[in-house]
């Protein structure tokens, strides 16, 4: 120990006491009710993990729906739907993208300006609605987050 350490150091770490009387370390998995590994908990665990961190179906559906540019918006229909008219049957915007209809149509703003959430998390010119939903990601919590899409969801 003297060799390795300083003197004031190596007799500091001899005199922690060392006790005989304690119990032998042991192996427990906690996600078992008499603390043995099995797979079957260990992979529940996992996937339970993992879809914690992914959110509630809802919101994983949104978030998928906006990563694949798929919400029901006029200018997607249009896309599958020849002679569709891509104007938003609320406000007539020619175009209706998903950023205009849960941030930018009229209707969207009064409902954002009536929830209470900052304006800051929906007001700014987001390219795109994944922009939007990154930055509030980022910017609140996870009881917070959800929310916020909770809100855009009711649209």
């Not at 229909?77 to 104007?87: G, N, P």
């Not at 998903?98 to 954002?112: G, K, Y």
């Not at 304006?119 to 509030?136: E, K």
């Amino acid at each position: 120990m003297r060799q390795i350490f300083l003197a004031c150091d190596a007799d500091l770490i001899l005199s922690i006491p060392l006790y005989d009387t304690w119990p032998a370390d042991k192996l427990i998995w906690h996600y078992h009710p008499q603390a043995l590994f099995s797979v079957r908990p260990a992979h529940h665990s996992l996937i339970s993990n993992a879809l914690a961190r992914l959110g509630p179906p809802c919101m994983r559906l949104l978030r998928w729906r906006v990563a694949t540019s798929v919400l029901p918006c006029t200018t997607a229909i249009a896309k599958r739907v020849s002679s569709f008219s891509m104007s938003c049957s609320i406000c007539s915007h020619i175009g209706e993208t998903d950023t205009h209809a849960v941030l930018e149509c009229p209707l969207a703003s009064q409902v954002w300006q009536g929830c209470g959430i900052d304006s800051s998390l929906w007001a700014s010119a987001f390219h795109t609605l994944a922009d939007c939903l990154d930055n509030a990601r980022k910017s609140l919590d996870k009881d917070h987050f959800g929310d916020f899409l909770a809100i855009m969801w009711e649209r």
